[in-house]
């Protein structure tokens, strides 16, 4: 059974906006570092973005720069990634993953084998 799960993928026109949330039960997001990554068929695993434990740091993939936007809802327990502006190039599969209280500068946090927990991914479809 996944620790995360996430939710909010879906279909949406290039151009469009879309919001993915990843959540958990059985643990506080917030004392976790958590990253978002994605995978298209064919491709290998991306990290798209990242959020250190407690807010404060986090960190974005150059293709998804000034489109996405990585946040935390203490309140609800879940991290959030609002993609706006999506290409047909951003459908994939998006994953979130936790490490607990580690964080790692410039792009090693947005390296899969950081993280030790896997959610099961939602599917994005940026299609006309």
């Known amino acids: 059974q996944s620790h995360l799960v996430e939710s909010g993928g879906g279909l949406v026109q290039p151009g469009g906006s879309l919001r993915v949330s990843c959540g958990a039960s059985r643990f506080t997001l917030d004392e976790y570092t958590i990253g978002w990554f994605r995978q298209a068929p064919g491709k290998e695993r991306e990290g798209v973005s990242c959020?250190?434990?407690?807010?404060?740091?986090?960190n974005y993939a150059d293709s998804v720069k000034g489109r996405f936007t990585i946040s935390r809802d203490n309140a609800k327990n879940t991290v959030l990634l609002q993609m706006n502006s999506l290409k047909p190039e951003d459908t994939a599969t998006y994953y979130c993953?936790?490490?607990?209280?580690?964080?790692?500068?410039?792009?090693?946090?947005?390296?899969?084998?950081?993280?030790?927990?896997w959610g099961q991914g939602t599917q994005v479809t940026v299609s006309s």
């Open positions: 993953a936790a490490v607990k209280l580690k964080w790692y500068y410039g792009d090693t946090c947005l390296g899969a084998d950081e993280y030790d927990y």
């Open positions: 959020i250190k434990y407690g807010g404060g740091s986090l």
